[in-house]
C-alpha cells in the first residue's frame, strides 16, 4: 500500500511540474518574467491539488487517483493558453479562470468527503429530472435568459456574471436516466419482431426515447442549441445500450436524430448556415458571410496548418487571430503553439480519463452504478468528440465547449463535480470485499450447508434402514419361521415406508417389540443332556 500512495504522490508532483514548466516558459518568452499574481495564485492551486489528494487518501483511500492528475494536466494546459492570449488581447480572463478553478476544487473535495456512498443519488431520481429540465429550459425565461453567438443558452446572475446552465443539467440528467434505465431495464430489454435481422423493442417501450428525442429536437428549435440537444440525446441512447445490450436502440436513435437534424437543417436557418459553412469553408460567399460564415473555422485551420507537427513554441504563435480562441477554438490555439504531437498528447490525456470510466463502470457490480459511470464518461468523450470534430471539419460546429480547457466557470466546475462522482465511484469499485461479503465465501459456505444436509440425510436413511430390519427379523420371528435375509430391495423399501409413516415424530427412536419367550418351535429347540446322561424329552420320545 506505501509503494502505491508514493507513486500516487509522484504522478501529482509530475503533473504539477508539467503545468509550472509550461506557465514559466510562457511567460518568459511572452513578458520576460513571472507575474507575481499568478505566482501565488498558481501556489495556491497547487496547494489545493495536494489537498485534494490527501482527502482522497482519507475519504477515499481506493479511488483511482490519475484521474485528478490527468484533470489537473488538462486544466493547466488550458489556462496557460489562456494566458498566452491575454498577453495579446490585453485581457484578464486566465486569472478569472484559476478563480473559478478553485471553486471547482473545493466543490470536489466537499463532495469527496460527504459523498460516503454514490447510490444515494439514486433516491433523488425524479428530482434530478425536475432541476436538469428547469437548468436546460431556464435560458429562455424572459429576464435572465440572454442570447450569445446566436444560441441562447446563457443566464445572467446580477454581480457574477452569466453561466451556461446547461453544464450541470447534464449531471442532474445522467442522475435521472440511470436511476430510470436500472428500473426498467428488464423492460426495455424484451424485444419485439426482428427486421433485416435486427431486433426492435416493442411500440410501447418507445416512450422514453420519444420523449427525449421530442426534448432535444425542443432545444435545438427554440435555443438554436445543436450541441446541447445532441449531447443530451446521445448520453441517452448510449445508457439505453449499456442497459439492455441491444443494437437496436443505437441503431434506432442514430435514425432518429438524422431525421430530426435533416428537418432542423433545413427548416431553421441558423442550423442551414453551419452546415454550409461546414460543406464549404473556402467558398467566398461563405468566408465573407458577417454572422454564420466559415470565417472562424478558416482561420482555425490555418492555425492547425501553420503549427505543423511539433508547433510553433509556446509564447511564438499567433492564436489571438481566430475569434473566440480562448474558448470554443483553444484546441486549434494549443495545435498551433504546441503541433500535432502536443495535441496527440491531450487526446491521449482525455483518453486515460474515459479508459478509467469504463473500467470502473466494468468493475462495479451495482447496476446504478454501471450506468452513471458509463453515462457521465459518454458525455464526456461526446464533447470532446463534438469540439475537435467540429474545428477539424470532421462534423459541423456544434458550440460545446472543450471540458477542462476551455474559459468558462459554469464549464470548469461542471466537469469537476463529474471528475469528482468518476473519483467516488471508482472508489467503490476498487474496494476490496471482506471476507464474509465475497462470492468466494458465500460459495463455500452454500456448498458446507449442502454437504450437511445431505450428510444428515444419508444417516437418517441409515438409521432407519437398520430399524427396518430389525422390524423384520422380529416379524418373520413371530411368525414361527426361520430368519432369512431380507433382500436389499426390500429392505430399502420398508426403510421409506417407515420414513413416511414416522415422518411427524421425526427423530424419535424406534423400539422393535420384544421377541415371544418361545421363540423357536419345538422341533428346533437345541437338545440338553440330562443329568444322568440322556437325551432330552424328545429324544426320550
Not at 429550459?137 to 435572465?144: A, N
Request: aromatic share 10%; charged share 10%.
Amino acid at each position: 500500500m506505501m509503494v502505491t500512495r508514493l507513486r500516487q504522490f509522484g504522478l501529482l508532483l509530475f503533473s504539477m511540474l508539467i503545468c509550472g514548466v509550461a506557465f514559466f516558459q510562457m511567460f518568459e518568452r511572452t513578458t520576460g518574467g513571472f507575474p507575481h499574481n499568478y505566482l501565488w495564485m498558481l501556489a495556491f492551486i497547487g496547494a489545493l491539488f495536494l489537498t485534494s489528494w490527501g482527502l482522497l487518501l482519507r475519504f477515499q483511500p481506493y479511488a483511482n487517483q490519475a484521474i485528478m492528475c490527468c484533470v489537473m494536466v488538462l486544466t493547466g494546459t488550458g489556462v496557460m493558453m489562456i494566458a498566452r492570449i491575454d498577453q495579446d488581447l490585453n485581457t484578464s480572463v486566465a486569472f478569472k479562470q484559476l478563480l473559478w478553478l478553485s471553486i471547482a476544487l473545493v466543490l470536489a473535495n466537499l463532495l469527496v468527503i460527504f459523498m460516503k456512498d454514490y447510490r444515494v443519488l439514486r433516491r433523488f431520481s425524479y428530482v434530478s429530472m425536475v432541476i436538469g429540465l428547469v437548468l436546460l429550459l431556464s435560458p429562455m425565461l424572459p429576464v435572465v435568459g440572454s442570447e450569445q453567438y446566436g444560441a441562447r443558452i446563457w443566464v445572467k446572475i446580477p454581480g457574477l456574471g452569466s453561466f451556461q446552465p446547461s453544464e450541470f443539467a447534464k449531471l442532474f440528467l445522467a442522475f435521472f436516466f440511470a436511476s430510470y434505465l436500472y428500473d426498467h431495464r428488464d423492460q426495455l430489454a424484451v424485444g419485439g419482431k426482428k427486421v433485416l435481422g435486427l431486433q426492435l423493442p416493442r411500440i410501447k417501450d418507445l416512450g422514453p426515447i420519444i420523449v427525449v428525442w421530442v426534448v432535444s429536437m425542443g432545444v435545438l428549435v427554440v435555443q438554436h442549441d445543436l450541441g446541447t440537444s445532441l449531447m443530451f440525446f446521445a448520453m441517452f441512447v448510449s445508457m439505453l445500450y449499456v442497459a439492455t445490450g441491444r443494437t437496436s436502440w443505437i441503431v434506432i436513435g442514430f435514425i432518429a436524430f438524422a431525421v430530426g437534424a435533416f428537418a432542423a437543417a433545413n427548416i431553421f436557418s441558423h442550423v442551414g448556415a453551419r452546415v454550409d459553412a461546414w460543406l464549404h469553408p473556402f467558398d467566398s460567399a461563405q468566408y465573407n458571410k458577417e454572422y454564420g460564415g466559415s470565417y472562424q473555422l478558416v482561420t482555425g485551420i490555418f492555425g492547425l496548418a501553420s503549427g505543423g507537427l511539433m508547433g510553433t513554441g509556446l509564447g511564438q504563435g499567433h492564436p489571438s487571430l481566430t475569434p473566440i480562441a480562448n474558448s470554443d477554438y483553444i484546441y486549434a490555439a494549443l495545435g498551433e503553439e504546441l503541433g500535432l504531437t502536443g495535441l496527440m498528447a491531450i487526446l491521449m490525456l482525455y483518453l486515460l480519463i474515459i479508459a478509467a470510466g469504463m473500467i470502473t463502470a466494468m468493475k462495479i457490480k451495482d447496476g446504478f452504478g454501471k450506468l452513471l459511470a458509463s453515462g457521465l464518461v459518454f458525455t464526456m468523450a461526446f464533447q470532446v468528440f463534438t469540439v475537435v470534430g467540429g474545428i477539424t471539419l470532421v462534423i459541423p460546429l456544434t458550440g460545446l465547449t472543450l471540458p477542462y480547457m476551455a474559459a468558462g466557470g459554469s464549464s470548469l466546475i461542471a466537469n469537476y463535480m463529474l471528475a469528482a462522482l468518476l473519483v467516488v465511484i471508482s472508489n467503490s469499485a476498487n474496494k476490496p470485499e471482506s471476507d464474509i461479503d465475497s462470492d468466494t465465501f458465500q460459495y463455500e459456505a452454500m456448498q458446507a450447508l449442502r454437504a450437511r444436509k445431505q450428510s444428515r440425510a444419508s444417516r437418517s436413511v441409515a438409521s432407519a434402514q437398520s430399524d427396518a430390519q430389525s422390524q423384520a427379523v422380529s416379524q418373520a420371528a413371530t411368525q414361527d419361521v426361520p430368519q432369512v435375509a431380507v433382500p436389499a430391495a426390500m429392505q430399502q423399501s420398508q426403510a421409506t415406508e417407515i420414513i413416511s409413516a414416522e415422518m411427524p415424530v421425526a427423530g424419535m427412536p424406534i423400539t422393535p417389540p420384544a421377541p415371544p419367550s418361545n421363540v423357536f418351535g419345538a422341533s428346533d429347540m437345541p437338545s440338553t443332556p440330562s443329568p444322568s446322561g440322556n437325551t432330552s424329552e424328545g429324544s426320550q420320545a
